[in-house]
């Protein structure tokens, strides 16, 4: 049995908000930023409901993979991203305004790498919206754990 249907998905719905980054107009990018296609799917992927159960989640972690693989780290904390999953479900739905709040929220890797170079983690981490630690940025530090090690 395809995964997809032991999550009580419907494929026709998950291919279409998949398919929402690729979306063009008028020969045009539709979302053009990869944070506005970020909006884009993790919008759909709450409202659209493709699965029986955990459309938020599914959501945080398919934008975050999603931005990851264009080279940004979401830097929010956890209880960001869900008060963030929670707003959208309760119908703020304006993709800008959450393509801005991703962008905000986020840093190139190629940015953590000089900051970890240069010492200046901290000053990054203090960039950021908020007033939380690297250690409440789980994903951030995640991230520069695994640049550490490298």
Known sequence: MPPLTLLGGSTGRIDGILALPK???FGKPAYPSPFD???ALFRSLILDHPFVDGNKRMAVAATLVFLWQNDEVV???DRGLVT???T?????SDWRKLSRWFMLRS???DAIKQAIED???EDLVAGL???ASLANRVLLDAAVTMMTQA
């Open 23 to 25: 979306l063009t107009a």
């Open 37 to 39: 296609k970020a909006a």
């Open 75 to 77: 830097c929010a904390t």
């Open 84 to 86: 963030r999953a929670l």
């Open 88 to 92: 959208v479900a309760e119908g703020m």
């Open 107 to 109: 840093r190139s890797i």
């Open 119 to 121: 010492g200046t983690l």
């Open 129 to 131: 919206p908020g007033r």
